[in-house]
């Protein structure tokens, strides 16, 4: 019984190293040296091409090598009947939070205005913003979601959540559906984007939800880069409807040379890297799931096909 790792975009290596290290007895391949695919039960997956899994007549289970199942769930030919997991794990929610925290402080403390007056030798001192007058809406309150508003407002700001179908969510007013999307935009000085990427929250990111914002929004996608018409971001920076914004994902990855966001004076880009999947912290649970799988049982951190995450 063997484990494939599937990691077109990706080298395995570290991977290979970790299950190695945790499973030596376990028969893992990489990717495309994949033996007899009639072997593979289980394969651990990050941006297969459509149609890759058709090939393995035996696959019991397809594992997201990160929290997004988006590249898997978009793929047509996905085999109907394959459990399909991804990846919770606390170092990807701790690393997320952190990230969503410093751009919420860059922003209410100026840092962009003052990495261009170093740029430019000035000594210019502004006034933060209070966090207490900051509300930070968050998009998707999941794991993530979850944490990140936890700990934004440990640090004084107040938050407030949008989902798509109703859970109670103690201790955050959380506005839900479509609805309630206006009146939860019109609170937000601060927009993070932590939605799961389905056809239902495609293009959210769009001219309308930035007419809902408050001027001098700030906007943070730390999500998909599907759920932003970036044209629509860029034309609502340039008419000063909004203050800024951090992306750190994007239509098309890398974002290209020549990209009018890589030069926008309002944009922060980083390269996808708000929270990576460390293989040593998540290698243990694929390794456990990998037993549950084939014993006949269910995996943790199963995803809903249906529901999209
Ligand atoms: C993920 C990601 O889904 O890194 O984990 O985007």
């Known amino acids: 019984m063997t484990l494939l790792l599937a990691t077109p975009t990706m080298n395995p290596a570290a991977w290979l190293r970790a299950f190695e ?7 893992v391949r990489a990717w495309p040296d994949c033996g007899d695919p009639t072997d593979i039960r289980f394969i651990v997956a990050w941006e297969t091409p459509p149609g890759f899994f058709s090939e393995f007549p035996r696959l019991a ?22 459990f399909v997991t991804r990846v919770i794990d606390p170092s990807i929610t701790q690393q997320m939070s952190e990230y969503v925290i410093l751009h ?31 509300t930070v809406g968050i998009m998707g309150l999941g794991q993530l979601g979850l944490d990140a508003a936890h700990k934004l407002m440990q640090l004084g700001f107040p938050v ?31 927009l993070i984007c932590m939605l799961p990427l389905t056809p239902a929250t495609q293009g959210l990111l769009d001219a309308e939800t930035f007419r809902l914002l408050p ?11 599907a759920h932003l018409v970036e044209s629509d971001l860029m034309a609502a920076l340039d008419r000063g409807h909004l203050a800024g914004a951090c992306l ?20 922060t880009i980083t390269p996808h890297i708000a929270s990576l999947t460390n293989p040593t912290d998540v290698v243990p649970q694929m390794a456990e799931n990998y037993q549950r799988v084939m014993a006949g049982e269910r995996p943790h951190h199963l995803v809903d096909i249906e529901r999209g995450y």
């Open 61 to 82: 289970c397809i594992a997201s090598l990160g929290a997004g199942v988006d590249h898997l769930l978009g793929d047509p030919d996905l085999p109907r009947g394959v």
């Open 248 to 267: 750190d994902v994007f239509e098309t990855e890398p974002l290209p040379a020549g990209h009018p966001l890589w030069h926008h004076p309002k944009v």
């Open 104 to 134: 919420v402080l860059r922003f209410s403390r100026h840092s962009q205005s003052f990495d261009q007056d170093t740029v430019e030798e000035i000594w210019r001192p502004r006034i933060p913003l209070q966090a207490s007058d900051l």
């Open 160 to 190: 407030i959540g949008w989902r798509r179908t109703h859970k109670d969510v103690a201790g955050i007013t959380t506005y839900v559906g479509a609805e309630a999307l206006p009146d939860f935009l019109a609170e937000c000085r601060v």
């Open 215 to 225: 001027r001098d929004a700030y906007v943070i996608n730390v999500a998909r880069g």
């Open 21 to 27: 290290r945790l499973t030596p007895e376990l028969d």
